[in-house]
């Protein structure tokens, strides 16, 4: 079965909890990402969702991928709730029980009959919430069941259907990546990102592309390059550095959603160009509307309560536009702030991004 498509001209939004969800990652599709990850899902989530009692025999029934859709509700689901045009999709799932992962791989294609998913696995992730239960960057400290885990997923998967997104170990200077890439490839899977920091290092320090270079070079599975990509040339500096095959925007995106725009202008020699006042106006209120359409009335506010000061971070008054959004408890006040926002900012020929 063929996989997905990997190449330097089609960026990936990432995988980013909170964040991407079914209104941004169809935002930034229309922005030129050509991949969206969902947020992380976790595998026992799912699992427990089916099997409450954790008897195998009884499994509650899968719920429906429409009715999820229609729901705008909250829990494990609600996290795959993804139309059509919301592909292609890769479903990142985070797990250290290779029973659990497979299982709930196997539910998800099967939500997604009708339709073509992919899988990543989260081997990076350095939050103390998931890092206690084994899982994300804390997979690195034990290659042997983070193998075991990989195998797994990539049977249920399917062949070309699995990637894994790992950071270059737990602790700092403990290399565990180039080895645990070259067994995943081994046992089958499609891709490789690297976020090269270290587990511990959170976000700290700078991320090392010397190490994603390494990584190409020891592979011959697509790597995916991740880690302080925050601006378009940034990204194509690091293309150019590590050799990957494809980029991966994380808080880029989350600051300036046209960052993918902007990419793939710079990788066709073009200058890139940064949105005017009434683009950006314009993204917001597509946003917004996305939001609503799609989350939860209340969750959707506060989404956009979030975005909103990143996208417009670099304009003066962010700080009380924020204070503002605090105390913002309709969209019709929100679109009265942000029209007043953005208007201010046209008549004085203010920069949005420098
Ligand atoms: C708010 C936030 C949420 C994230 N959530 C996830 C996640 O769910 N799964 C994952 O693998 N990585 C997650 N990441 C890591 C990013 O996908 C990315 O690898 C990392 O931010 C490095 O890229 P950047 O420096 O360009 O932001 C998250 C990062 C941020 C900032």
Known sequence: MPGLLIQPRLPWLAPLAGYSNLPFRLLCRRLGAAVACTEMVSAKGIYYSLYPDG???????????NKINDQKGKGTWTLLASPEKDSPLVVQLFGAEADIVQIAAESILELFADRKVYFDLNMGCSVPKVVKTGSGAAMLSNPHNALKVARALIAAAGAGRAGFKLRLGWLNGENIYLELARELEAAGAAWITLHPRYGRQAFTGKADWSKTALLKQNLSIPVLASGDLLSASAAVECLEQSGADAVMFARGAMNNPFIFREFGQMLRGEKPSPPNAKELAAIINLHARLARSWLDEGYALSQMRGFIPRYVHNFPGVRALRQQLTAC?????????????IQGKELSGEQIWK
């Not at 408890?329 to 679109?335: G, I, N, T």
Request: charged share 35%; aromatic share 8%.
């Open 55 to 65: 008897n195998r025999k009884r499994p509650v029934r899968l719920p429906e991928l």
């Open 329 to 341: 408890r309709s969209w019709a006040q929100l679109d009265e702030i942000i029209a007043t926002f």
